[in-house]
C-alpha cells in the first residue's frame, strides 16, 4: 500500500476521510492548522483528533500553531467572505506544509479532508493540491471526500465517537462572519 499524508482540519471531518482511505492506503494523519483560533479552539480540535486516529489506529503526527505565520500569510485578507481568497491562502499555507512534510519524510501520497465539507470548494483545494504536487513531486490524491453522503457520514461517525463539532472553518474571520449572520436573523 502507498504510504499517504493526509492534512486533516479536525476529527469530526477526518472520520469518514480516514474510513475510506484505509482500504487503499496506509494512512497517518497531519495536524496542521495554524489558522484555528482562540488556541483553546485549536487545542480542542486536536484533542477530538487524536481521538478519532486512536479509534482507527493510525499515526498522528502533531505540528506547530504558528498562528503568527498564519496570520502574515493572510494578511490583507481579513474581511473576505469565507470561500474566498483568504480560503484558498489558508489551503496552501496548509497543504504546503504537509506536501513539504510528505516529501521529507518519504510518504508515497498526500490527500486533504478539507474536501467533505459542503461550505469548502473542492475545486479550490484540489488545484492547490495538484500545484504543490508538481512543485514538490510528490502525488496529491484530488477527491470530494462529499461525495456518496460523505458529511452525512462524518456527522453520523462524529456522533458514533460522541466527538465535538466546531460551528466555524477555524480562524476568527470566518467566526466573526458566523455571529454577524446569526445575530442578523435574530434582529429580523
Known amino acids: 500500500m502507498k504510504k499517504l499524508l493526509l492534512h486533516s482540519c479536525c476529527g469530526p471531518c477526518s472520520t469518514v476521510v480516514i474510513e475510506r482511505l484505509r482500504e487503499r492506503f496506509d494512512v497517518t494523519v497531519f495536524y496542521y492548522n495554524p489558522n484555528i483560533e482562540p488556541y483553546e479552539e485549536y487545542e480542542k480540535r486536536k484533542e477530538e483528533q487524536k481521538k478519532v486516529c486512536q479509534f482507527f489506529d493510525i499515526p498522528f503526527i502533531d505540528c506547530d500553531y ?4 498564519w496570520r502574515d500569510f493572510v494578511c490583507g485578507l481579513e474581511n473576505e467572505l469565507e470561500g474566498g481568497a483568504r480560503c484558498e491562502k489558508c489551503f496552501l499555507c496548509r497543504l504546503k506544509k504537509t506536501a513539504e512534510y510528505a516529501k521529507l519524510h518519504n ?14 470548494n473542492t475545486e479550490v483545494i484540489n488545484k492547490v493540491g495538484e500545484s504543490l504536487s508538481l512543485e514538490t513531486g510528490v502525488e496529491f490524491l ?24 466546531q460551528n466555524y472553518c477555524g480562524c476568527l474571520f470566518a467566526l466573526r462572519a458566523f455571529e454577524n449572520k446569526k445575530s442578523q436573523k435574530v434582529e429580523s
Do not use: M, Q, W
Not at 66 to 69: G, P, S, T, V
Not at 107 to 120: E, G
Not at 151 to 156: A, G, H, K, P, Q
Open 142 to 165: 484530488p477527491e470530494s471526500f462529499k461525495k456518496k453522503d460523505g458529511y452525512l457520514r462524518s456527522i453520523n461517525l462524529s456522533k458514533e465517537l460522541e466527538l465535538y463539532r
Open 66 to 69: 504558528e498562528n503568527e505565520k
Open 107 to 120: 510518504f508515497d501520497i498526500f490527500a486533504a479532508t478539507l474536501s467533505v465539507s459542503p461550505h469548502k
